[in-house]
């Protein structure tokens, strides 16, 4: 049984620091590509930022130079470190794994965006 959690969530001043984490198992999870994603109010889903099969990663211009995604293939984990977090930060953030092709994302982070795997997301709050 393939298991995304999510973890690491919680409420934060304007300007704080959070590191979520997204354990897996249940798949190979060395050399498949993995993504992190947000929904915000009103049922958005957007990704964030996501690494490669190479290690390389990618970030949406929005988070590009707070926020850092990296990965543990020892323990299965990839990580998610958020620096000066502002409001509008503030969302359910989710962990994908296994990217196959592009596909948009369900409007509830459930599935879809081309990755065969999901978590259960961890509630982030900014306040300012």
């Known amino acids: 049984e393939v298991q995304l959690v999510e973890s690491g969530g919680g409420s934060v001043q304007a300007g704080g620091s959070l590191r979520l984490s997204c354990t897996t198992s249940g798949f190979t999870f060395k050399g498949s590509e993995m993504g992190w994603y947000r929904r915000v109010q009103g049922n958005v889903c957007e990704i964030i930022s996501f690494i490669n099969m190479d290690g390389k990663s990618h970030y949406v211009d929005s988070v590009k130079g707070r926020f850092t995604i990296s990965q543990d293939t020892s323990k299965n984990t990839v990580y998610l470190q958020m620096n000066r977090l502002q409001p509008e930060d503030t969302a359910v953030y989710y962990c994908?794994?296994?990217?196959?092709?592009?596909?948009?994302?369900?409007?509830?982070?459930?599935?879809?965006?081309?990755?065969?795997?999901w978590g259960q997301g961890t509630q982030v709050t900014v306040y300012s």
């Open positions: 994908a794994a296994d990217f196959v092709h592009y596909e948009p994302p369900k409007r509830d982070c459930s599935g879809g965006g081309g990755y065969n795997y």
